[in-house]
């Protein structure tokens, strides 16, 4: 394993890796994405040290609010905002 490649033979590139972290860590990646990042991993241990580090945050805020939930303005104010549609209408040209 290489301690920091830049890319690995697959031509992935760290800076793209350590980008799309959270979403691995979620997994909310695409199937052939989540294949090229954990390849990468596989190969890399500076960006595998990364992800590491990221499971470990996840973890802590997990068990840090474990006992506390959002208050139920902000709540209601969140899923308005990831609910809501805006439109934009464009005049020039």
């Not at 799309?20 to 979620?26: A, G, I, T």
């Not at 990646?29 to 595998?48: G, M, N, V």
């Not at 549609?85 to 040209?93: K, N, Q």
């Amino acid at each position: 394993m290489s301690t920091h490649p830049e890319h690995n033979a697959a031509g992935t590139h760290c800076a793209d890796v350590v980008l799309r972290l959270f979403e691995f860590v979620d997994d909310e990646t695409e199937p052939l994405d989540r294949d090229r990042i954990q390849a990468h991993l596989d190969e890399c241990s500076a960006c595998l040290a990364e992800y590491q580090m990221d499971l470990l945050l996840k973890a802590l805020v997990r068990r840090a609010c474990a006992r506390q939930s959002a208050p139920a303005e902000l709540r209601a104010q969140i899923l308005t905002r990831i609910t809501g549609v805006t439109v934009v209408r464009r005049t020039d040209g």
